[in-house]
């Protein structure tokens, strides 16, 4: 168990900002602001009603540190369901520092990354899948992703959870009584019911892991890389697609030496979208790296981007690239759509002939719609269905899932084979252990330590 002492920390982002806040929890957390904090209108913060605001002053040995609004918060409703005290003072550096410092010398303790949501798990005011929720609103990149993240926080992954967890428990329960009892009463529900529960669940949670596919890549997003011969007008697309002039776009083939990378949202989902230095034969140095940063990026990117002229013919490198390209997702850019045909797309489809082709004139903005739809098309390719909410979106829930769904399946064999029930509780409880260490209902100290880790300051 933790130490139920009393934690500090600046809980805003660390910088020059308008306001800070320094976050106290604990069960000094009142007693210790009143050491540092003196009221305008001179009110023990004791006596205060929970959630109001008081205005007044830090102050250390009679010097005023800064001008402040306290908000105070009483237990059990708050946020790890502790007393708990914001500070709102001014946003630079130097004072939250010294605020803080000057809370720390009154008993408090630097909060670890992740303690107060630690502190909201620990005493039950939200489950396991909840708390990790939390990091993942604040790192989300994308609307959609935060939705997701939101949805869990809110406890719809905890209810569908939830749900399997009670057949589970129902089924055991069940099959346990029956071990106990004559055979004879158990009889009807041995055969067809006992079946027809064990794939209802199973169901259940073949479910909710087809979520975590989607719920990946929402969270995650895609690397797609741009590859093509030099002068094809990659970095002029990556351009028009962040709409913004980052990459260096010039005549001379060759220029991007080095790969850049830029985040997209398309559709909600974070596309990150590498552009690579083109690739050709190498001749110099410099534009080896380059080259060996192009193919490293075509063979690791999950999407490839793949840029041709339509003022050239197909060359053989085009062709190189789109063989090296063949077993991987795939969209084809014919580009210079301004200038004069003298593209075959016929050569192009004789090589991938499940890629989809989009036209563009990277340098007018034309066809960047279709560049978009199409990726949207490739990461989403019959993965999505617009309508769900609730999405498995972490590898650990995933894993557990995945291991609940071999056990739930064992119990389906067992049962087949008419062996004793004695047999199915074994993988029954193995199913449910896996359920319970997505909520935190059967996880270890050293998980629970590393799920919190991965939080920042203050949170
Ligand atoms: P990269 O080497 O593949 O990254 O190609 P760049 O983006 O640097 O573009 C090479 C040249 O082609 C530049 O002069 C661009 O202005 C030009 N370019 C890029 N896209 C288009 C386009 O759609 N139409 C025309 N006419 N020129 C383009
Ligand atoms: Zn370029």
Not at 284 to 309: P, R
Request: proline share 2%; net charge negative.
């Amino acid at each position: 168990m933790y130490s139920n002492d009393t934690i500090a920390a600046i809980a805003t982002a660390v910088g020059e900002s308008g306001i800070g806040i320094i976050r106290i929890s604990g069960p000094e957390a009142i007693a210790i602001t009143n050491q540092v904090f003196e009221p305008k209108q001179d009110k023990d913060l004791n006596e205060v009603e929970s959630y109001t605001a008081h205005y007044g002053h830090i102050v250390e040995e009679e010097q005023v540190v800064d001008e402040v609004i306290t908000l105070v918060m009483k237990e059990p409703k708050t946020y790890t369901k502790e007393d708990v005290v914001e500070i709102n003072c001014h946003g630079g550096t130097v004072v939250l520092r010294k605020i803080l410092d000057l809370i720390l010398n009154q008993g408090a303790r630097l909060a670890e990354p992740g303690e107060f949501t630690k502190r909201a798990f620990l005493n039950g005011r939200i489950d396991l899948a909840q708390a990790e929720a939390v990091a993942d609103l604040i790192q989300s990149k994308t609307e959609a992703s935060m939705e997701v993240a939101l949805d869990q926080l809110e406890g719809g992954l905890s209810d569908q959870v939830n749900d399997i967890r009670q057949d589970l428990i129902a089924l055991l329960a069940h099959l346990e009584a029956t071990i106990d009892f004559p055979e004879d009463e158990i009889e009807d529900f041995q055969s067809e019911e006992l079946g027809a529960r064990i794939d209802t669940v199973q169901q259940k949670i073949d479910d909710l892991l087809a979520t975590s596919e989607r719920g990946k890549i929402l969270k995650e997003g895609v690397e797609a890389a741009i590859v093509g011969r030099p002068n094809v007008g990659k970095s002029s697309l990556l351009n028009a697609l962040v709409r913004e002039k980052r990459a260096i776009v010039t005549d001379i083939p060759g220029t991007t030496r080095d790969v850049i990378e830029e985040v997209i949202n398309i559709d909600g989902i974070p596309v990150k979208i590498i552009d690579t230095a083109g690739i050709r034969n190498a001749e110099n140095q410099i534009e080896k790296i380059g080259v060996e940063k192009s193919e490293e990026y075509l063979t690791k990117a999950e999407l490839i981007l793949l840029v041709v002229d339509i003022s050239d013919g197909i060359t053989d490198e085009d062709k190189r690239l789109m063989r090296d390209a063949q077993n991987k997702e795939v969209v084809v850019i014919a580009n210079k759509l301004d200038l004069e045909h003298q593209l075959e797309l016929e050569k192009i489809k004789e090589i991938l002939p499940e890629a989809a082709i989009v036209k563009t004139a990277a340098i007018a903005n034309q066809g960047i719609n279709e560049l978009e739809d199409a990726i949207a098309n490739l990461v989403y390719s019959g993965k999505i269905n617009a309508q769900e909410e609730t999405m498995v979106s972490s590898l650990r829930h995933k894993k557990a899932l995945e291991r609940a769904k071999e056990n739930v399946s064992d119990v389906k064999s067992t049962w087949e084979q008419g062996l004793p029930n004695d047999f199915l509780t074994i993988d029954l409880r193995a199913a449910l252990e896996a359920v319970n260490e997505i909520t935190g209902d059967a996880v270890g100290e050293d998980i629970i330590d590393q799920i919190f880790a991965d939080f920042c300051l203050g949170k």
